[in-house]
């Protein structure tokens, strides 16, 4: 059985969604059929990218057109969450807003280019 886990994020470009998670985030590219489609690994991590012009990308019966975004997101602990933060921001990348820090630890919110969101975690009591 395969033991990888496999997310489905809807981008609105392909190729700047490649780009992102492996210039990034340290994912390495499995599937480049831009602009329709393509995937990326980190580990057991599958992530699925659609396109708009993608199978995924088509209307549904009622109408409504599956697009980026939204409040699901992938999670990953970082060791340093102020460093990994200082780094991406020099990369140039997005976030949605600035590190929270609650009784579990830290988190921040990444944005990749299509706007889906990428949780950065330092748990309670690390770093």
């Not at 190729?15 to 690994?41: C, I, M, N, Q, W």
């Not at 708009?52 to 999670?75: F, K, L, Y």
Request: net charge negative; hydrophobic share 40%; charged share 20%.
């Amino acid at each position: 059985m395969d033991e990888s886990v496999h997310v489905r994020y809807m981008v609105s470009d392909v190729a700047k969604a490649l780009a992102f998670y492996t210039g990034h985030l340290g994912f390495t590219v499995e599937t480049d059929y831009a602009p329709a489609f393509g995937s990326v690994r980190r580990g057991n991590l599958r992530l699925l990218l659609a396109g708009p012009q993608s199978s995924a990308g088509r209307p549904m019966p009622d109408g409504a057109v599956p697009g980026p975004g939204g409040w699901n997101r992938i999670h990953f602990i970082v060791p340093d969450l102020a460093e990994e933060v200082a780094r991406l921001k020099a990369e140039g990348c997005e976030f949605r807003n600035e590190i929270l820090t609650g009784p579990g630890g830290s988190q921040i919110l990444l944005l990749d280019p299509s706007g889906n969101v990428i949780e950065l975690f330092q748990p309670a009591g690390q770093g």
